[in-house]
C-alpha cells in the first residue's frame, strides 16, 4: 500500500447508491458531477472547521478513485484499468452554505480540510470493484456500511464518462457517491470512514480515516451570502425528519399553525430540463406514461410569455353558503394561512370549482407569496386586482379576472389537501410548470423520468424543425421513420 498525495483535481458525483437515492426520493438517469479544490484536501488526523453560525457540516463517507494513468474518451473497461488505487474519503459539506451556489457546491464543498483522504491507498489491480465495503464511524458508533455490489453507474462508466470531455491526469481523485447514513457532525465529533475489500486476499484496508469537528470562531463578512438554513436543509443533511427535529412525521409545521409537506428537492439540473421543455412537451411525456389528465385546463398566464415552475402547494375553496363563511371567511382563514406559508419555490394551486365569477386571489396576497420567494399562483377561478398582480412580477394563471371578492362565490376551506383544480388532480409536492399554453401537473415520483423525456425530445424536435427548414417534407421525418431516426443518432453521437 502506499499513500496519497495532493491531487490535481478532485472530482465528485452526486448519487450512486441506492440506499442513498432511496432517502433523496429521485434516480440520477446519468452520472451527475461537481469539483472540489484540491485545497479542501486534508489527511487523516486533521481537524475540519465547522464555519461560524453555521449548524449544517455534513459527513459522506465515500470511496476514492485514484486515477494512475492520463485518459481521454476510454471505454467504461478502459476507465477502470485506469484506476491506479483505492482510498477512502469524506465528502464535508454545509448545507447552510447551499443557497447561492446549490448548482457548483464550491461554497459548501470546497473548503479548506473539506476533503480527507487516506490514510492509505489499495492498489486497485487486487481489487474487485464490486466488492469494496465502505463504512464511517461518529464517536465510536457505525452510522454508514454498504458496498459497491449495486452501484447505478460503475466506476469504470464514472471514468469513461468524464473522459468524454475532461481529460483525467494520474493523481486525480474522484469521490463515488457516498450511501444512505450520511448526516450531521457538530464541535467535538470524531468522524472516522473506511474502505476495504473484505473478500480480497488479505482484506486489504485503507484503515480508518479520522477527522475531528471543531468550531469556527471567524464569521462571515457582510460582502458575501451568509449562511441560510431551512427545514429542507435541516432534513436534506440530517437525513431524515425525525433526526434534524422537524415536526409531525413526513411533514412541517410552518406559521400559521400549517402542516404542510416534508419538503422535496427540485434540483437545478430538474429545473434545468423543465425549464427548456414546453408544458406541451411534459404533457405529452405524461400521456406516454399513462397520466392525460395532467393539465389544469382553463387558466392562463395574467402575462403572456410566462415561465413557471415550483412545487405544489394547495388551496381549497367550497361553494359560498352564509352559515360557512361565516364559520371559516373571517379572521386568519385557510386562504391568508396558505399564502403566509409559502416557501421559496412553492407554488400555490387553488381550486375553485372552476367558478371565475369571485376573486380568488388579489394583489395583496399575491405579493406576500412574492415577498416569501414562492414560485407561482395558479387559481381555477378569477384575479382580482389582475393588473396590479401582473405588475408584483409572481407568475400568475388564472381562468379569468373579476372584480368581486371571495365572499361573492367561495368559502376558503382547506390548506393542502389533495384537490382537483381545472379537471386535475393535484397532490401538495407535485412539481407543477406552466407556461403560455396553460399548467401541467407532474407526479412526484415521475419527475426525474418526465423531465429527461422532455428535455430528450425538446432536443429531438429542434433537430425536426431544422430539417423542415431546410426544405425535407413531414412524411416520415415527423415522426420519426426508422431511417430518420437513424440519422438523428448518428447526429447525438457527433454531438456527445
Known amino acids: 500500500m502506499s499513500r496519497i498525495e495532493r491531487p490535481g483535481k478532485i472530482i465528485a458525483l452526486h448519487l450512486n447508491y ?21 485545497s479542501s484536501m486534508a489527511a487523516s488526523g486533521d481537524v475540519i472547521e465547522r464555519p461560524a453560525g453555521t449548524e449544517l457540516l455534513a459527513y459522506e463517507g465515500e470511496v476514492a478513485l485514484i486515477v494512475g494513468t492520463r485518459v481521454r474518451r476510454v471505454t467504461p473497461e478502459e476507465g477502470w484499468a485506469s484506476i491506479s488505487g483505492i482510498t477512502a474519503a469524506n465528502d464535508w459539506g454545509v448545507y447552510d452554505l447551499r443557497l447561492v451556489d446549490k448548482g457548483s457546491n464550491l461554497r459548501n464543498k470546497g473548503g479548506d480540510g473539506f476533503t480527507p483522504l487516506g490514510p492509505e491507498v489499495i492498489p486497485a489491480a487486487s481489487v474487485d470493484p464490486t466488492a469494496l465495503r465502505v463504512r464511517t464511524w461518529v464517536n465510536g458508533v457505525l452510522k454508514q456500511d454498504d458496498t459497491t455490489a449495486d452501484l447505478v453507474f460503475p ?46 486476499p488479505g482484506a486489504p484496508s485503507t484503515g480508518r480515516l479520522v477527522t475531528r469537528v471543531v468550531e469556527g470562531t471567524t464569521p462571515f463578512a457582510e460582502y458575501g451570502a451568509k449562511p441560510h438554513v431551512d427545514d429542507l436543509q ?5 437525513g431524515d425528519a425525525e433526526t434534524a427535529g422537524v415536526t409531525v412525521p413526513g411533514n412541517v409545521t410552518v406559521p400559521g399553525n400549517v402542516t404542510v ?18 408544458v406541451a412537451t411534459i404533457s405529452a411525456q405524461l400521456r406516454k406514461l399513462g397520466y392525460p389528465h395532467s393539465s389544469i385546463d382553463g387558466v392562463h398566464p395574467l402575462v403572456p410569455g410566462t415561465k413557471m415552475i415550483g412545487i405544489a402547494r394547495t388551496l381549497r375553496f367550497v361553494a359560498h353558503r352564509p352559515d360557512l363563511f361565516e364559520s371559516h371567511g373571517g379572521g386568519f382563514n385557510a386562504q391568508k394561512q396558505a399564502f403566509d406559508s409559502l416557501a421559496e419555490g412553492e407554488v400555490l394551486v387553488i ?13 395583496v396576497l399575491a405579493l406576500r407569496a412574492k415577498t416569501l420567494g414562492a414560485a407561482g399562483i395558479v387559481t381555477d377561478g378569477a384575479a382580482r386586482d389582475s393588473a396590479a398582480v401582473a405588475a408584483i412580477g409572481i407568475p400568475t394563471f388564472a381562468q379569468a379576472a373579476h372584480p368581486s371578492v371571495l365572499g361573492r362565490r367561495h368559502v376558503p376551506w382547506e390548506v393542502d389537501a389533495t384537490i382537483t383544480c381545472g379537471g386535475a388532480a393535484v397532490v401538495p409536492g407535485d412539481v407543477v410548470v406552466g407556461d403560455d399554453d396553460g399548467v401541467v401537473v407532474i407526479p412526484r415520483r415521475l419527475v426525474e423520468q418526465v423531465a429527461t423525456g422532455a428535455a430528450d425530445q425538446e432536443a429531438e424536435d429542434a433537430w425536426v424543425a431544422a430539417r423542415v427548414a431546410e426544405g425535407h417534407p413531414v412524411d416520415g ?14 447526429w447525438r453521437a457527433e454531438q456527445a
Do not use: C
Not at 494520474?170 to 470524531?190: Q, R
Not at 409537506?261 to 414546453?278: G, I
Open 351 to 363: 381550486e375553485a370549482r372552476g367558478d371565475a365569477t369571485a376573486g380568488t386571489v388579489g394583489d
Open 261 to 278: 409537506p416534508a419538503p422535496f428537492a427540485l434540483t437545478d439540473e430538474l429545473r434545468d430540463k423543465l425549464s427548456s421543455a414546453a
Open 477 to 490: 421525418l415527423f415522426p420519426l421513420d426508422a431511417e430518420w431516426r437513424r440519422r438523428y443518432q448518428a
Open 18 to 38: 441506492p440506499s442513498r437515492i432511496a432517502q433523496r426520493g429521485r434516480t440520477p438517469a446519468y452520472p451527475s458531477f461537481f469539483l472540489k479544490p484540491p
Open 155 to 200: 466506476f469504470g462508466t464514472l471514468v469513461a464518462d468524464l473522459s468524454q470531455l475532461i481529460t483525467l491526469e494520474p493523481g486525480d481523485v474522484i469521490l463515488t457517491g457516498t450511501p444512505a447514513g450520511s448526516s450531521v457532525a457538530v464541535p467535538g465529533d470524531v468522524v472516522e470512514v473506511e474502505v476495504d475489500a473484505p473478500t480480497a
Open 234 to 238: 435541516r432534513i436534506e443533511a440530517w
